[in-house]
């Protein structure tokens, strides 16, 4: 209820903001999140062991929870400027939806259930997060001078909460169990973007962009993608 709650909140800051500064619409395909694996692993246990046995997504001991090139993610946002700290410092408040795919293999199978066992997971979530953000510029100290012919880059820190659904589906020879539920975290996120393309007036900037996101879940994502700006 508390992480709704901020969600929520900063959602409506949004709406605050002073009127003057203009905000980014965002695209975003790239990699998934991890954060509602822990919420999928215990509703599939109590789905189907009764919750009697701790359910686990992949190998942790090689980083999967990471969740770096695993699964796929889609996500429309909104950030909008409310304070400035010089021409290239800002505090921003924003928002995304998202839906996110992750697919896990057990080539042991699970438990006393040797078979291989596919599980996948599908996370619609809502974020709501606070970011400061320095702008960087790339290029020559001539493109620089001109407006629009450089390119430009962000350096970003985050902070948030996300409320998701999931649907998580188990499926072996043997096998086939669901179970859906709920996830909600707060995170710390650190961001940098940069453009592929010099921006161009009327039409959409596409960026590069990774990412560093910690959970208080004890879960990380390490993400990169593609974000068209409009």
């Known amino acids: 209820m508390l992480v709704r709650t901020c969600v929520w909140l900063l959602l409506a800051l949004a709406g605050l903001a002073q009127p003057g500064f203009a905000a980014d619409l965002k695209l975003s395909i790239g990699t998934g999140t991890a954060h509602a694996e822990h919420a999928a692993q215990a509703a599939l246990s109590e789905a189907f062991f009764g919750n009697q046995t701790e359910l686990v997504f992949g190998d942790q001991d090689r980083g999967d929870a990471l969740n770096l090139l695993r699964g796929q993610s889609l996500s429309l946002g909104i ?75 962000q350096l970003a820190l985050a902070v948030g909460a996300v409320h998701s659904r999931f649907h998580a589906h188990l499926r072996s020879a043997l096998l086939d169990v669901k179970a859906t539920g709920e996830a909600q975290a707060l995170y710390v996120r650190g961001r940098f973007e940069v453009d592929l393309l010099p921006p161009k007036v009327g039409a959409p900037t596409p960026r590069w962009r990774a990412a560093i996101t910690g959970f208080n879940n004890q879960s990380w994502d390490v993400t990169t993608g593609l974000v068209l700006v409009f």
């Open 79 to 153: 950030s909008q400027p409310v304070l400035s700290f010089g021409p290239k410092v800002e505090l921003l408040v924003g928002g995304a939806l998202s839906y996110a795919r992750q697919t896990y293999r057990l080539e042991d199978g699970l438990g006393i259930f040797t078979d291989p066992t596919q599980i996948k997971l599908h996370t619609w979530s809502l974020w709501g997060e606070l970011e400061l953000q320095r702008t960087l510029v790339f290029g020559p100290a001539v493109a620089r001078e001109k407006q629009g012919s450089a390119r430009q880059g």
